[in-house]
């Protein structure tokens, strides 16, 4: 087998796994522009079972009003390898790499990940909390059977990642967005700016990108495992 395809395919074995794993557990929320009078999201709260509280810099005019579904979540894992041949180390290495954002249907209860079963993961509402929250919550409890199974992986993934010296990976779970048929909307009018709309309008349970670094996806607002 041609070298190139064989280290094609077992990335492809080892992002395979790694959509199961989460780097650093953690809260990570994108500013979402450098104006601090933009209407955007400053802050992103999980509760550990089926509700996200996304907390905005102005206060929310038409919470009830939006499809909860203009937002999206993918469970998101970047990478880049430099291959060195051993078998002809004066070549130049060889960089691969890409990004992937998945669809949680078929995971959430602690099943193997598989990208073309199940229904898609969905929020069944969006309601106030305070004045400037806007409170989504899960059709299914996220709960922790995805987090439990990230940490299961996280090893098994660490020995793949250790076959690629210098190798970057980074992975976790984001919230999309895309305003559709009504824009969720500031008091004064203002319409949030989509946020990795590409994952939101996609019918697939899968979406790859030959790019590193979270491609399409600005600001990033993870979620956090607890």
């Known amino acids: 087998m041609d070298r190139s395809l064989e280290l094609s395919l077992t990335l492809r074995g080892c992002w395979s796994l790694a959509a199961l794993v989460m780097a650093t557990p953690m809260i990570g929320c994108g500013p979402g522009g450098v104006d601090n009078d933009t209407f955007r999201v400053t802050s992103l709260a999980f509760d550990g079972d089926d509700t996200l509280t ?41 960089v691969y790499e890409g990004s992937y954002y998945g669809d949680l249907a078929g995971y959430v209860n602690g099943y193997g990940y598989d990208y073309d079963y199940g229904a898609r993961f969905s929020f069944a509402s969006a309601s106030l909390g305070a004045s400037d929250q806007l409170v989504l919550e899960m059709s299914t409890p996220l709960g922790a059977g995805v987090c439990d199974t990230i940490e299961a992986y996280l090893d098994n993934f660490g020995m793949s990642a250790a076959e690629f010296p210098g190798s970057v ?18 008091e004064r009018g203002e319409a949030l700016v989509d946020i990795g709309p590409d994952w939101v309008l996609s019918e697939e349970n899968y979406m790859g990108i030959p790019e590193f670094g979270f491609p399409r996806l600005g600001p990033r607002l993870q979620i956090p495992c607890s």
């Open 169 to 186: 990976f980074e992975m976790g779970l984001f919230v999309h967005y895309a305003g559709q048929d009504i824009p969720l909307e500031s």
């Open 54 to 94: 996304l907390t905005f810099t102005k206060p929310i005019a038409n919470a009830a009003e939006i499809d909860p579904n203009d937002f999206r979540i993918s469970l998101s894992r970047t990478f880049r390898v430099s291959y060195q041949d051993p078998y002809n180390p004066n070549a130049a290495p060889v």
